[in-house]
């Protein structure tokens, strides 16, 4: 079985400025089809989308039991206002106001909670992440809010403070987590949270010739090297492409993630052996956790 465990049906793998342009003023049924005709065609049997804020997402898993497909959605991302999260989401000032989120997600009948504790990497700069969210205590306390509220809680984050901050605050999973330390990982196995690397969305730029190449490999290789070091020391690891973005296109995106993450084990068989152990373990773990309690 194939789980797609981070993907955006907002998006096209293409522009993300022309995909919000496509479904702005009203979202085009005909784009959800075709890519559930791709998953469906590709076998891919499972899908959790990280949202959107024009409806994409919750317009899609209406759509998803016509192709046999088990779709989870947060309805949309939830970020802190003046950081990195209003491609996919809404906004929030106060904790308050955060609260209404949760809330209203939940009215909507969201599967999880999806929260942003950093910005993207720098593809031109190696080690460079945007707006990172450096507020310890609010993580725990958007984590604790929609854990009261019977939500799983995904966590966009990178670079290794934010990542311990995440886990530390008891979430349960990892979305990106680019630049993972050691302690990170020692984390990771201990609270049992899901780690989905989407490998893809860097892999994929490797002699695009859209970024400088030299970081855009260093970022792989360190990244790749985290994914080996997680896959020997038995960390949950998920496949999750982040299809929609840029050359990562759905269904397709899935398998080339796969792929990658073989490399990652230096196509060890043994290695690779574990590795998909593991993401057959973890993606059932996934399936059990995103939903409402």
């Not at 998803?64 to 929030?92: L, Q, T, W």
């Amino acid at each position: 079985m194939y789980g797609e465990c981070h993907a955006h049906m907002l998006m096209n793998g293409r522009n993300y400025n022309e995909a919000v342009e496509l479904h702005k003023n009203h979202i085009q049924d005909s784009v959800i089809h075709e890519y559930f005709r791709r998953y469906q065609e590709a076998g891919i049997t499972f899908i959790r989308d990280g949202g959107d804020n024009l409806g994409v997402s919750q317009r899609a898993r209406e759509f998803a039991p016509e192709y046999g497909i088990d779709y989870r959605s947060p309805i949309y991302a939830i970020h802190k206002n003046g950081y990195y999260g209003g491609i996919v989401g809404f906004g929030f000032d106060t904790i308050e106001e955060y609260a209404v989120l949760v809330k209203k997600a939940g009215e909507l009948h969201g599967d999880f909670i999806k929260i942003m504790a950093s910005g993207i990497l720098d593809f031109d700069e190696f080690g460079n992440v945007s707006t990172l969210l450096k507020d310890e205590a609010l993580i725990h306390e958007m984590v604790h809010i929609a854990h009261e509220e019977g939500f799983s809680v995904m966590v966009h984050v990178n670079t290794p403070t934010q990542i311990r901050y995440a886990l530390e605050a008891g979430c349960d999973s990892i979305e990106h987590g680019y630049y993972m330390d050691e302690e990170c990982l020692r984390l990771m196995k201990e609270t049992g949270a899901v780690w989905v690397p989407t490998l893809a969305t860097c892999s994929s730029l490797r002699g695009c010739g859209r970024f400088n190449e030299e970081a855009v490999q260093k970022i792989t290789a360190s990244h790749m090297n985290n994914i080996r070091l997680a896959v020997e020391q038995g960390v949950h690891i998920a496949t999750g492409s982040d299809a929609g973005a840029y050359l990562v296109p759905h269904a397709q995106g899935l398998m080339d993630e796969i792929r990658y993450l073989e490399e990652a084990c230096g196509n060890d068989p043994e290695l690779v052996k574990k590795l998909r152990h593991t993401l057959d373990e973890s993606l059932q773990i996934i399936m059990e956790r995103f939903q409402r309690k």
